[in-house]
């Protein structure tokens, strides 16, 4: 099973329909969203897969990111902190803009993968058992940028768009 990881968006539309285009012809089954949302138009964008979201310090008008969410059927809001098991993996989905709880999640030892966003840096370490992803962001980073993780193999790939 491969999933996407997008991160950062930041309501930048044209950036996020770059990503979608990418991804349609990558083969995932599932997306993460690691927060920083942005707008209620991004959600949509994503309707292709089930998708998983996380919001960020920059995404202020929760309420109505959620709505936004709720609408597209097979999407899901976990508000800051999502934890899912997909393709017998454990994963974390979190934005990292509260350095304490980020770094608690990593440690934890209790996941195969956390993925992440806030720093705009497209990032892949081991700590322990648990792989640690950052995608980039698609917005505000040089280049755009998002992720694939291969779930059998926990191989990631960074993708530029």
């Given amino acids: ?33 690691c927060g920083d949302i942005g707008t209620p138009e991004i959600p949509p964008l994503f309707q292709a897969w089930p998708t998983h979201y996380v919001f960020g310090n920059c995404d202020y008008e929760e309420d109505e990111l959620r709505q936004a969410i709720q609408k597209v059927p097979g ?38 993968l956390v993925v992440y966003g806030h720093t705009h840096i497209a990032k892949e370490e081991k700590v322990g058992r648990t792989l640690v992803l950052n995608p980039g962001a698609l917005y505000r980073s040089n ?19």
């Fill in 1 to 33: 099973m491969r999933i996407g990881i997008v991160s950062d968006t930041h309501g930048h539309v044209l950036n996020a329909l770059a990503a979608v285009r990418l991804l349609e012809e990558l083969d995932v089954a599932a997306l993460l969203h």
């Fill in 75 to 112: 999407h899901v809001c976990h508000e800051r902190m999502g934890t899912i098991e997909l393709g017998g993996r454990q994963i974390a989905i979190i934005h990292s803009d509260d350095r304490w709880k980020f770094l608690e999640t990593v440690r934890s030892n209790k996941f195969d």
């Fill in 143 to 161: 280049p755009h940028s998002f992720a694939v993780v291969d779930l059998d193999t926990m191989a990631a790939e960074i993708i530029s768009c």
